[in-house]
DNA sequence: GCCAACGTTGGC
DNA sequence: GCCAACGTTGGC
């Protein structure tokens, strides 16, 4: 295994032959997750729908919002450097009776400073965050689609072949990555 | 309302 | 650097 390069990254063609660590070997789901983000195209964001539902999104102006509030390490590191521009991401409602995905989404903006940070006032606001030196980001979502019906988390947890999602294995994480399969599945079961 | 699974903080 | 105490998220 090759030392971490510390600063800019360089470009580095060569197929990388390391064998992958089981994602849950150790508990290091996060690093895992932050490797991989390159590979990625799908998330999974949550929301209490009493705070922000998928209708509100699909009400709000270009059916688009800033993903902001977010104060989690793990989360914040998806929203600023996985997450790009066209990615598609559920909307699951959390805290709610059942929790489902309800909706598509799709990343309009990627990750920049989140200023609720800065904001004194706002119920975000965090010392440690300056606008010279942000802490905290978030993407733009704008809401593609409904899924035809949504999908409940026991559906889901029923599912052995999603069984390793993020979503279930993280579950307090608000931002998660979704695999392809795992997103043409729990797509399949909405249809 | 309870509790599991973390993340954060602070004493040492 | 360790770890206990505490706080938060979110499922049940």
Request: with cysteine; glycine share 6%.
């Given at each position: 295994?090759?030392?971490?390069?510390?600063?800019?990254?360089?470009?580095?063609?060569?197929?990388?032959?390391?064998?992958?660590?089981?994602?849950?070997?150790?508990?290091?789901?996060?690093?895992?997750?932050?490797?991989?983000?390159r590979e990625r195209r799908y998330?999974?964001?949550?929301?209490?729908?009493?705070?922000?539902?998928?209708?509100?999104?699909?009400?709000?102006?270009?059916?688009?919002?800033?993903?902001?509030?977010?104060?989690?390490?793990?989360?914040?590191?998806?929203?600023?450097?996985?997450?790009?521009?066209?990615?598609?991401?559920?909307?699951?409602?959390?805290?709610?009776?059942?929790?489902?995905?309800?909706?598509?989404?799709?990343?309009?903006?990627?990750?920049?400073?989140?200023?609720?940070?800065?904001?004194?006032?706002?119920?975000?606001?965090?010392?440690?965050?300056?606008?010279?030196?942000?802490?905290?980001?978030?993407?733009?979502?704008?809401?593609?689609?409904?899924?035809?019906?949504?999908?409940?988390?026991?559906?889901?947890?029923?599912?052995?072949?999603?069984?390793d999602m993020a979503l279930i294995?993280?579950?307090?994480?608000?931002?998660?990555?979704?695999?392809?399969?795992?997103?043409?599945?729990?797509?399949?079961?909405?249809?």
């Amino acid at each position: 295994m090759a030392a971490k390069k510390k600063g800019p990254k360089t470009e580095d063609r060569r197929p990388k032959k390391t064998a992958e660590p089981a994602p849950h070997a150790e508990g290091k789901w996060s690093e895992w997750f932050a490797r991989k983000a390159r590979e990625r195209r799908y998330w999974l964001v949550k929301s209490e729908p009493e705070v922000f539902s998928f209708d509100d999104l699909v009400r709000a102006p270009k059916r688009t919002t800033h993903w902001d509030g977010v104060r989690n390490f793990a989360a914040r590191n998806f929203l600023r450097d996985g997450m790009k521009l066209g990615d598609h991401v559920f909307f699951y409602h959390s805290m709610a009776n059942p929790q489902v995905i309800v909706g598509i989404c799709e990343v309009v903006r990627e990750g920049y400073p989140d200023p609720s940070a800065f904001d004194k006032k706002s119920y975000g606001y965090d010392e440690n965050s300056k606008p010279d030196d942000p802490q905290w980001y978030m993407v733009d979502l704008r809401a593609v689609d409904q899924l035809p019906r949504p999908v409940t988390l026991p559906e889901i947890k029923a599912r052995k072949e999603l069984a390793d999602m993020a979503l279930i294995r993280i579950g307090r994480l608000s931002v998660t990555p979704v695999r392809v399969k795992e997103w043409e599945t729990i797509v399949k079961m909405a249809g």
